[in-house]
């Protein structure tokens, strides 16, 4: 059985009243020897000695992917493997790593199912990774209003939703390299391989566009917004005007330089995946 700090992160999308004993348990009965737990936001994510001077081979972690990212980003080179459970509020890497399926059917799941531990695909900006997914431009205020909602706070609600609404019709869009006649009110990024990135592009030229990014993003998955998928591409230049482009890093809000020079990459810290 493998020594696994299980994280749980309560302020998380779906997480918030999970019984973290009843997830322990299941990972217990799945082989994983559940010999420490960490809540957050209360407790801090570990850093590499602390796995390391705790024996740690597995890291079981029950949040979104903002905060998977950031404790991968605290892991480095570290020798175990991230067990990534579904309890955010889009769940993108679980979704690719397991399959779009809930919590409670992940665990029944890891009863009989054959884990192995693999490096997974990524996005490469300059020396940052980024697991799951790069948003840049306009349309990216709309987050703001996906965790309004989530938190239904209505005084937050009254001023994002104007804001997002005139920052994605504004005429400061993003691009593709030079290609300045095609603009568009954002640009997804995501890794499909190794050596492949996807790329979509998001659309907002009239009313309609507006409303299906509005509902995109209140049904947790903005890809279903208005969009044309610009193809399969081995790295991808973001270009923009100004200095800096508003940006979603795995569903974190930022602001990045531009030009957004992106390769695909894998990573180096390895993930439990299902055998195939």
Known sequence: MKRTLL???????????VDEQTVASSLEQAGFDVVEKRILPEQDLPSQRDLESSLIEAVAIL??????SNLYKKLAKWSGAILVLPGGTMNLLSRRLHGDISLAALLDALQTSTL???????????DQHILTGLTVGPSTRWAEVREGMRHADLQSLAETIPAAWSETLSDEGVWVGEDTEHQFASLFVEPVDG?????????ASNIGDMVGHGLAWLRKDFRDGPHIDLGIMCDVTISAEGITAS????????????????RAEMSEVHFLVHKQ
């Open 247 to 262: 940006a979603l890093i795995d569903g974190e809000a930022t602001e990045l330089p531009v030009p957004i020079h992106c």
């Open 63 to 68: 949040s979104g992917d903002g905060t998977i």
């Open 116 to 126: 192995v531990p693999k490096p997974i695909s990524l996005i490469a900006v300059s």
């Open 7 to 17: 994280i749980t992160n309560t302020s998380s999308g779906s997480a918030n009243g």
């Open 195 to 203: 050596d492949h990135l996807s790329v979509i592009a998001f659309l």
